[in-house]
């Protein structure tokens, strides 16, 4: 019986203290156009987020400002305390050419699982963010196979997809939501579908979506309003 209790402990807690990774996860609104989150790491003892960025211009530079959080669900920010691959402001990484990568990774105090999470940079311009990204990998993969069909230009297959994703998940008030409300209203407006445009529209005013101000705006941009 020792022995039983014994393995079991051990085994419960090599299930605590194994890392969890998420690699080349899904996310919603993210500045610049060009960053990118390739791989994030739930480790025991913090939270480590790999990015890359590309340089679009000429002369182009970066940095990363030490007021860099991560946000979790419940709103509480976790402030960077390592970073990799980047300089702190002011000093900058300048880029040799347009269409270079740089890569990098930021380190965070431990989090544990998250089931999403965002990534912040308070600074005075040009800041680095990237919201709603997505941890779990069943959900990664519907939105890779969804976001696939609408890069294909198959927007009713990119359609079907997206509205089970927002129905299984539109109750969990998960970070991408507003991602997906997002592209089932374009759809619906490139394909001249206004009422059901403006029927997502109304839903996701109603739904509890993280970050809807932005969604709402990103859509502003694009001239569509209800």
Request: with cysteine.
């Amino acid at each position: 019986m020792k022995h039983i209790l014994l393995t079991l402990v051990l085994t419960a807690f090599c299930q605590v203290v194994l890392p969890q990774s998420v690699i080349s996860p899904n996310y919603g609104l993210k500045s610049p156009l060009t960053a990118e989150v390739t791989r994030v790491d739930f480790n025991q003892d913090a939270t480590v987020v790999w990015l890359t960025i590309m340089s679009d211009i000429n002369n182009a530079w970066f940095c990363i400002d030490r007021n860099t959080f991560l946000v979790r669900p419940d709103g509480m920010k976790l402030k960077l305390n390592g970073l990799k691959g980047l300089p702190y402001c002011p000093a900058t990484y300048k880029f040799r050419r347009p269409g270079e990568k740089a890569s990098f990774s930021m380190t965070f105090p431990a989090t544990g699982m998250l089931p999403w999470f965002s990534v912040v940079e308070e600074c005075v311009g040009g800041c680095l963010s990237v919201r709603g990204i997505v941890t779990d990998t069943v959900l990664n993969e519907k939105l890779d196979m969804a976001y696939s069909h609408s890069d294909r230009g198959e927007d009713l297959s990119a359609y079907k997809l997206l509205k089970e994703i927002i129905d299984e998940t539109d109750s969990l008030n998960l970070g991408i939501e507003g991602s997906v409300y997002t592209s089932l209203i374009l759809i619906d407006h490139r394909l001249g579908r206004e009422e059901a445009a403006r029927s997502w529209y109304n839903r996701m005013m109603i739904s509890d979506t993280p970050d809807l101000g932005l969604y709402l705006e990103t859509l502003r941009i694009q001239g569509i309003e209800f």
